[in-house]
């Protein structure tokens, strides 16, 4: 038996399905389930510590502080760092005694699809977004929220180990030879849900805790994820900084959109919110976050008018 994949090639995952559970399964299953009006989008991607959390986060904090009703739910039953997270913000609110727009929290223990599609049409049912964020693994929860969701969204730090999940690259020349192990099941389940007759799954692939100074590693990282994005067939958002404002606020349940509501709090200038803001932008999520129009919203306006 062949145990050794040479450099070059790559193992197909049509026969890797997981615990049965092959895409198209996965995919008709979804498709004979009635669904609700909310937009899902799941942040995803195979491998831990590329900040899915930390995103999910902020982007379901910054869907409530725009007036949405969010649902969101952490399919992480071993860390738990988006549930945390958001008790945490409620008991901050509590203890402030300030009113924090705070998304509907689900954490999700039992981990079938049956039963991620029943809490959604329980708990989701009047919510306009549910954001899930999924741990980062290959399973059939994972698969079964990709195969539901409206938008996926992938977080990678900037390295050529994490571009090696989207695309398998020649360590030297770096020549793309093919996907890598978590884009080939994006692929596929793309595949079973034109083959359901279902929309195309829209697939954002956005750097996080990219460095502001611009290093070669950045700009060879930058051109590789351009060509995966046009192979693949994903867009590419403008990504997110490392800041200390996204780590260290998160532990008391909080993002930096919410400093202008506790006055007592000192208030760090962050180029956080813009980023945010741009990550909505990148959704193509109209939004007013704490009153304050997108550059996007405004263009709109300024079209309008
Ligand atoms: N943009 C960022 N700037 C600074 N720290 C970050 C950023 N994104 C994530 N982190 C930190 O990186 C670690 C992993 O992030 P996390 O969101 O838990 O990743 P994942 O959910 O993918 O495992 C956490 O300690 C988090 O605070
Ligand atoms: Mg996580």
Not at 60 to 72: E, F, I, S, T
Not at 271 to 291: K, T, Y
Request: glycine share 8%; net charge positive.
């Amino acid at each position: 038996m062949n145990v050794v994949t040479p450099i070059g090639q790559f193992a197909s995952r049509r026969d890797v399905a997981v615990d049965g559970e092959h895409p198209r399964v996965v995919v008709a299953d979804i498709a004979s389930r009635p669904r609700g009006n909310a937009r899902i989008i799941t942040v995803a991607n195979e491998k831990g510590g590329v900040g899915k959390s930390t995103l999910a986060f902020h982007l379901a904090v910054a869907l409530a502080d725009c007036g949405h009703k969010v649902l969101a739910v952490d399919l992480d039953r071993r860390q738990q760092s988006l549930s945390r997270a958001l008790v945490a913000r409620g008991g901050t609110a509590k203890r402030l005694g300030v009113r924090l727009p705070l998304p509907r929290e689900l954490l999700l223990l039992q981990h079938s699809g049956a039963h991620l599609c029943q809490e959604l049409a329980r708990a989701g049912w009047d919510c306009d977004y549910v954001v899930i964020d999924a741990p980062g693994q290959d399973a059939p929860v994972v698969r079964r929220a990709i195969a539901m969701a409206d938008m996926l969204v992938s977080p990678i730090n900037p390295s050529f180990v994490d571009l090696g999940l989207l695309g398998q690259f020649h360590p030297v020349t770096h020549k793309l030879n093919g996907p890598g192990c978590f884009a080939a099941l994006v692929l596929e389940l793309r595949e079973a849900r034109a083959e359901a007759g279902l929309p195309q799954l829209d697939w954002l692939v956005m750097q996080n805790r990219k460095r502001r100074d611009a290093s070669h590693n950045q700009g060879k990282v930058d051109s590789a994820l351009r060509r995966l994005a046009q192979r693949f067939d994903f867009r590419v958002g403008a990504g997110l900084s490392e800041r200390v404002a996204y780590r260290d606020l998160v532990l008391m349940g909080l993002t930096q959109l919410d400093l202008h509501r506790l006055p007592d709090l000192p208030r760090a200038r962050s180029g956080a919110n813009g980023e945010v803001r741009q990550l909505l932008d990148d959704l193509d999520i109209g939004h007013e976050i704490g009153g304050l129009l997108s550059r996007a919203r405004l263009e709109q306006l300024r079209v309008k008018t």
